[in-house]
């Protein structure tokens, strides 16, 4: 049976938690963005949270737009509540004709100060390939296990540290890429993933 995540209940585990497959290096380069809206908007998924894009706001003086439409800051909350200080980095990519999602923690702090638990937070990059469908967006995130198993078959497939809890994916990003592309066509390596189906308000 698939773990239940509750992301704005616990946005931490979206860094901590085991079901997740990690990188440090993102999924995409520079030259990979491309300004879009296929996100923007506020967005449901099936146990009634809302997941809020809005491109990032420009800061630079000299930049005359106002936002960058490369990338989203996602932010969320249960039904009822407040919206989580809480947020993410959201950047689309395309390889090979699929997108993807390459997720960053942005931003995890409940105050303005860092506390202790702040200062020992890595952030780190987690991808999700996208599936558009009119008003509705697939998100498949990799399997862990399947990554596990994998990679006890050829330690050297891709570049990656293991502590005996977490797979930290360590391979540089056009590495990285080439590994998405070739997972893409492994049915398994999603099937068991995290999955989240969001409607379009």
Not at 25 to 41: E, I, R, V
Not at 113 to 122: A, G, I, K, T
Not at 127 to 152: C, I, Q
Request: glycine share 4%.
């Amino acid at each position: 049976m698939k773990p239940k995540i509750l992301f704005p209940l616990v946005l931490l585990a979206f860094v901590l938690s085991g079901c997740f497959v990690f990188s440090f290096y993102p999924l995409y380069t520079d030259q990979d963005l491309f300004p879009n809206s296929l996100l923007l908007g506020e967005w449901t998924d099936k146990d009634s949270v809302s997941w809020r894009f809005v491109h990032r706001p420009v800061t630079e003086e000299k930049t005359p737009q106002k936002v960058d439409s490369t990338v989203y800051l996602l932010t969320m909350k249960e039904s009822g509540a407040e919206w989580k200080n809480s947020s993410f980095e959201v950047r689309v990519v395309r390889l090979n004709g699929t997108c993807f999602l390459d997720f960053y923690l942005k931003d995890y702090r409940s105050g303005t100060d860092p506390d202790w638990f702040d200062l020992h937070l890595v952030p780190v990059h987690t991808f999700a390939r996208a599936t558009f469908d009119g008003n509705s967006v697939t998100l498949n995130w990799l399997d862990p296990k399947w990554l596990e198993e994998l990679l006890k078959k050829n330690r050297n497939k891709i570049r990656h540290e293991n502590n005996g809890n977490h797979i930290l994916l360590t391979a540089r990003t056009a590495q990285l890429q080439k590994f998405v592309v070739k997972s893409f066509g492994d049915e398994a390596a999603w099937k068991d993933g995290i999955t989240v189906r969001l409607e379009k308000k």
